[in-house]
């Protein structure tokens, strides 16, 4: 994927944000500054640096998937961190600021559809 300085781009994880700079060194990356969450580092194919797949898309509306969305007693899995090796099924109950609350009151950070198939990132663990 191509990306430019100044480029507004789309994180599933973190939501809008902005191209601030394109590093060419050993590893060449891109800083993203999210407003909501501060800079992360991708990988130019739209890689999280530090954790792992994460998808980066180029700001444009009509290839981006809606962001999905857990509904109240739906049964999702649950996990706290991107590199969590254990995850749990259970039935949404709210979220709690930027946490997943299952089961009335286990607070999560990720949260997946539990569609039979495992989040992406356990599938290799």
Not at 41 to 56: H, Q, W, Y
Not at 76 to 101: I, Q
């Amino acid at each position: 994927m191509e990306f430019k300085v100044g480029q507004k781009v789309y994180s599933l994880a973190h939501g809008w944000g902005k191209v601030m700079k394109i590093e060419d060194g050993a590893n060449l990356c891109l800083w993203v500054d999210f407003p909501n969450e501060g800079v992360s580092f991708f990988t130019t194919d739209g890689r999280l640096v530090e954790n792992g797949p994460i998808s980066l898309f180029p700001y444009e509306p009509e290839i981006i998937a809606p962001k999905w969305q857990p509904k109240e007693g739906e049964w999702c899995y649950f996990w706290d961190f991107e590199d969590a090796k254990t995850l749990c099924v259970s039935r949404f109950t709210k979220m709690n600021g930027k946490k997943f609350v299952s089961g009335g009151s286990s607070s999560w950070g990720c949260c997946a559809p539990f569609v039979g198939e495992l989040p992406e990132h356990f599938k290799n663990i």
